[in-house]
């Protein structure tokens, strides 16, 4: 069984530009997370969906947003970019039933400059 | 306080020795434990998971949940230079807090 995709993998911007990232989760999985993870702060929840509805959402600015289609595949968008959103953006997929066993895609390199 | 405290590390073991890693969290309500190796530039993967006190094994590895002291572990037995890796602990409160809450990680080094 195929794993969970990103795309890009990795992504250069400036500031103030905006970005979309893609996540394809492992087929069956319906419940899709996205984390930030710097160097300093760890990984950090951004918000998980599921059945195409955000269902918990952590402590990041509204220029962070996300949504689900009805196959699962999620996208996260930030919009005008700052130095310190430079990070690598995970998505992690779950079964319905274990929500919290939760498996990583690769990630998005993301470096705004 | 943060609400899940790891060693950073780095935590150097010989190889064949008994690695120990350890987690502590804050919030007296959390029921489900997790344990993530990551290596060096690659995402973190799901190794073990606790949810009742005690211990759980599955092959090399042991998870000790400890509630009343808001403490889990992760032993790792005859340890093999492939064990080198960051080890993230995650914990899940089940009060209105439907996250995971990751820990920093605990760098682990296996000296050959």
């Known amino acids: 069984k195929a794993g969970v995709t990103q795309t890009p993998r990795y992504l250069i911007k400036t500031r103030g530009q905006q970005v979309t990232l893609s996540c394809s989760p492992i087929s069956g999985h319906r419940s899709v997370s996205w984390y930030q993870q710097t160097p300093g702060q760890g990984l950090q929840f951004l918000f998980e969906?599921?059945?195409?509805?955000?269902?918990n959402k952590g402590n990041f600015p509204g220029r962070f947003s996300g949504r689900q289609f009805s196959n699962s595949r999620s996208e996260m968008n930030v919009s005008t970019l700052e130095l310190g959103d430079s990070a690598l953006y995970l998505c992690?997929?779950?079964?319905?039933?274990?929500?919290?066993?939760?498996?990583f895609g690769p990630g998005t390199r993301l470096t705004v400059t | 306080q943060k609400e899940v405290e790891q060693n950073s590390g780095p935590l150097s073991v010989p190889e064949g020795a008994i690695a120990s890693l350890n987690c502590t969290y804050s919030d007296r309500v959390s029921q489900s434990f997790f344990w993530y190796r990551q290596y060096s530039g690659k995402s973190p993967e799901l190794i073990m998971s606790i949810y009742s006190n005690g211990d759980k094994e599955d092959g090399r590895f042991t998870a000790q949940l400890n509630k009343a002291s808001q403490y889990v572990s992760l032993l790792i037995r005859d340890s093999q230079p492939s064990d080198s890796a960051t080890y993230l602990c995650a914990v899940k409160s089940d009060f209105g807090n439907e996250k995971l809450t990751f820990g920093t990680g605990t760098r682990l080094t296996i000296i050959p």
């Open positions: 992690a997929s779950s079964l319905e039933f274990r929500p919290y066993e939760q498996y």
């Open positions: 969906y599921f059945s195409e509805t955000q269902r």
